[in-house]
């Protein structure tokens, strides 16, 4: 038994989509990684703030361990949180525009399989895939 063939056109219209699933996969893991480095630093920043002023404070450079002051770690800490802010929104704005994209591609692929378009040699004309 076999199933009658998909139209190129309409090959192309879910490989678009799958692409697209995949970018908008790679974005929330890239916002979960995030999101675990915003923790770790704000509770590291946490302890950090805790400890005496006079007391000895170290930071990892690769395999070692670099003396600090108190003040320049902190400077430091509330940098990194200010970049994974930043990240975290630029993030965000892309997971919303690849979902509007989503959204728009598979309204599409439902429009021409509804319109009995899969069975059809050629494409429907569509202005919008022109652009």
Same mark, same amino acid.
């Given at each position: ?41 704000? %509770?590291?920043?946490?302890?950090? !703030? ?16 670099? !003396? ?5 770690? *902190?400077?430091?800490?509330?940098? %990194? *949180? ?26 599409? *692929? ?22």
């Amino acid at each position: 038994m076999s199933s009658p063939q998909m139209p190129p056109w309409l090959q192309e219209q879910i490989m678009k989509l799958q692409q697209t699933q995949q970018s908008l996969q790679s974005i929330m893991t890239q916002k979960q990684h995030l999101e675990i480095e915003k923790a770790e630093t704000t %509770k590291a920043l946490e302890e950090l !703030k805790k400890i005496a002023d006079g007391d000895a404070v170290f930071k990892q450079a690769g395999t070692v361990l670099i !003396k600090s002051s108190k003040k320049d770690s *902190i400077d430091e800490l509330e940098e %990194k *949180i200010e970049m994974a802010k930043t990240r975290a929104t630029v993030l965000e704005k892309q997971e919303t525009r690849v979902k509007d994209t989503l959204k728009e591609q598979e309204t599409k *692929i439902t429009e021409l399989m509804k319109g009995g378009a899969a069975g059809n040699a050629t494409p429907p004309v569509d202005e919008n895939s022109r652009k």
